[in-house]
């Protein structure tokens, strides 16, 4: 059997990247994040149970410079994670779909989810001292 060249369907390669593509690829690792934290929660819980040692090796690991970092990013992932989810909600309504809107939307899940950590990650340092 003799084999056909066939056309190729266009890749990433092929397109020029824009915003709405890089908040629907963002959406997706994000949520690949979340799912990864979410183990690092149940270890948490975990250490809890297993007593105050545990419990000690575990805030110890997470008070490090590379545990507050996993953390900074797990926030990140979950509030961009959160609003991008909204907006995506805010279309299955039928809105939001014209080409302004949809990039205005992706701009607003980037900056929110940015401004949203800052303000979260502030007010839990100011509220327990560390700032």
């Not at 819980?45 to 575990?58: E, H, I, S």
């Not at 991008?84 to 809105?95: C, I, K």
Request: glycine fraction near 10%; hydrophobic fraction near 55%; proline fraction near 4%.
């Amino acid at each position: 059997m003799a084999t056909r060249e066939r056309p190729l369907s266009p890749h990433l390669q092929v397109y020029r990247k824009q915003v709405q593509m890089m908040t629907s690829i963002t959406h997706r690792i994000t949520g690949v994040m979340l799912a990864v934290g979410i183990l690092g929660l149940v270890g948490a819980l975990l250490a809890l149970a297993a007593g105050p040692q545990r419990w000690a090796a575990f805030t110890a690991c997470a008070g490090s410079p590379l545990g507050l970092l996993v953390i900074f990013g797990f926030t990140w992932a979950l509030a961009y994670h959160f609003i991008n989810g909204v907006r995506h909600l805010l279309q299955d309504t039928g809105a939001g779909f014209a080409i302004p809107d949809f990039i205005r939307s992706s701009w607003i899940s980037v900056f929110g989810s940015i401004l949203l950590v800052v303000l979260g990650w502030a007010f839990v340092l100011m509220r327990w001292g560390q700032v």
